[in-house]
DNA sequence: CGAAATTAATCAAACGTTTGCGTTGTTTTT
DNA sequence: AAAAACAACGCAAACGTTTGATTAATTTCG
């Protein structure tokens, strides 16, 4: 049963002409001709040929592969994102390996690393949150693999990336909020290292600024996302001056452990909370967010896929062009179900 | 900028030495003198060397990448499969490839078709809801790659598989439902085709038999687990002669439509419901299961990929032993907090 | 009819690394 | 002092495929 795969030296020898007739005959070079050419490749369909892949990506320097790394695959979102990268890159007959940062800086250096030595023919990334140093991506720039950033993403523009205007998206979530007649609104953010807070932040000065309200910066409450870390940011807006009606938070986890601990005091009927859509059936909470920012993963996660396939095929390195892509981020209001 | 990468011949030119002398320096191989070894190193490193991947897998006939091939990623369950898979492999320094079958057949058989001109050195694989037919593994076979099949299995046997014991976890489920007074257990089934219905069938008849009770076919309905047939099941159910009153939902899909529709009737409170847990936050339900068979896709994933990886490291493919694991799922109960 | 063009195939090098075997010198053993 | 052992390295083949250059045979055309 050990039978070693066909190779075209075999097809050749038993043919009794060149390993190079068999190459071009199988791949309908004209310099072959109709009768050899059918030789070629009835034999090879016989005796079940497969080319070694192993042996062409060597003889071609590329390797028809792409890398992805992010931070952890089993958050719904960037499994929704990876799941539309294979998708595209499938397309394309290219094969997609992929690695998890776990959110930990170091891991993701390595990663990068990793990937450069498999030589992958190009990068698509989702940094980490503890990820504020970008060395490890100039590296891959001299071996002329291209990268591009998704969702999570440098606070620079002169790298290609995709992400949603997080921004914009919270101006539409506050502005919801505001119209539906609350005047104190509180905001569970992020850590400050995250770019991610900064646009929330960002978005939320926007619209009340906009509306001619006064920003109060005690109603941005910083978090670092955990179930306790959100209790205490809860616990401040208990016994705020201006105990705020509506709270947008950070994302799912956070708007969970949110309204999980606002049902036990019992108060959870006095908050409106927006929140940011990771998890697919958040709508199905009793108490579910009154809306919801839809970050599209799946269009992210194609849009960056086909933005490197393209890098890879125009080998145009001097093109100082940079994508920078935005992916316009909606409010989703559900529907109220009381 | 456009720096080829350095090569081993790169290397040996510059120290006048033979590649062989410098491949064996950068490997300690012991007839390498400790000077000769250092000046390599030191080269090396100070040009950059990265070994050529492509080049050293061509040369070695493996390619220490392993495939995994599984219905859809973005499920919870199996990107938390694959998030451990990935794990493992990274600690004995394989690389993984994944690709989905999206439920379809004939996109697994291509799959597989893919995976074993890529080479793999094995194969991790949750089967399709469509396949009933396995022609397409035996050939591989013949190519010396093993395959472990994981979560969904094929129905017999020999082959390699992890799985969870669903039988068992159902007589735990429909025992628990038991003691908890139900004399009326209803429960919503898979298709037929499915192996993993026949396992919830097994273990609903053997819990209700092992208590002496008479078993009623009627409540078992077959469902094709979308929200629609979840419905009509579920009226099945409410027109029922002996109305239950408790369901084993097939997954918490299922669940989910249930506990929805049930509320919209406002009958909610007339059932408990048992479920198969997928979705991390199933919990968070005001009404959510009062029980969930926990089915620990992480240790699945894990387990799946050491016995992989085994089978990779040992090429005695003549011991004709194969790996039946089963992991014993549990039943998990809900606190109730109403 | 001979030169040019076309067709059909071959040759050989190349991609980067590994590895069995051979070849030097030098040191140790008896 | 000859034989054996060893240390340190080079040679060359091999892995399977692709591809530019070349050759040989045939056809076309002026």
Do not use: W
Not at 71 to 77: C, R, T, V, Y
Request: glycine share 4%; aromatic share 10%.
């Amino acid at each position: 049963m050990q039978s070693k795969p066909t190779t075209i030296k075999e097809i050749a020898r038993i043919l009794n002409i060149s390993p190079s007739s068999v190459s071009r005959g199988l791949h309908d070079h004209p310099s072959i001709g109709a009768v050899t050419r059918e030789k070629i490749k009835q034999l090879a369909k016989s005796l079940n040929y497969e080319p070694n892949n192993a042996a062409i990506l060597f003889q071609k320097g590329k390797t028809y592969t792409i890398g992805v790394i992010l931070p952890e695959l089993s958050e719904h979102f960037f499994s929704t994102a990876i799941s539309a990268i294979e998708d595209e890159a499938l397309k394309k007959n290219y094969t997609v390996i992929f690695a998890q940062s776990h959110d930990d800086y170091e891991q993701e250096v390595k990663l990068v690393e990793k990937m450069k030595n498999q030589r992958v023919d190009g990068l698509l990334v989702s940094i980490s949150k503890d990820t504020c140093k970008f060395d490890h991506f100039e590296k891959l720039n001299s071996f002329n693999i291209p990268v591009v950033f998704f969702d999570r993403i440098p606070p620079f523009k002169n790298v290609h990336y995709v992400a949603c205007s997080l921004e914009s998206a919270t101006v539409k979530a506050v502005n919801y909020l505001l119209k539906k007649g609350h005047r104190s609104i509180g905001m569970i953010n992020g850590p400050t290292t995250l770019y991610a807070s900064d646009e929330r932040k960002e978005g939320y000065m926007q619209a009340i600024t906009f509306n001619r309200l006064k920003f109060d910066p005690s109603l941005i409450v910083n978090c670092d996302l955990t179930e306790k870390g959100t209790i205490e940011a809860a616990n401040q807006f208990l016994n705020h001056k201006r105990k705020p009606t509506a709270i947008v938070a950070f994302n799912d986890y956070v708007a969970l452990f949110l309204i999980k601990y606002f049902k036990q005091l019992n108060v959870i009927n006095d908050f409106d909370v927006v929140s940011y859509a990771n998890l697919p059936i958040i709508s199905y909470l009793d108490h579910s967010p009154v809306a919801s920012v839809e970050q599209y993963p799946y269009l992210q996660g194609q849009k960056a896929a086909n933005i490197l396939l393209d890098l890879i095929a125009s080998p145009n390195s001097e093109n100082q062009a940079f994508y920078n892509t935005i992916v316009e981020s909606d409010l989703v209001v559900n529907e109220v179900k009381e």
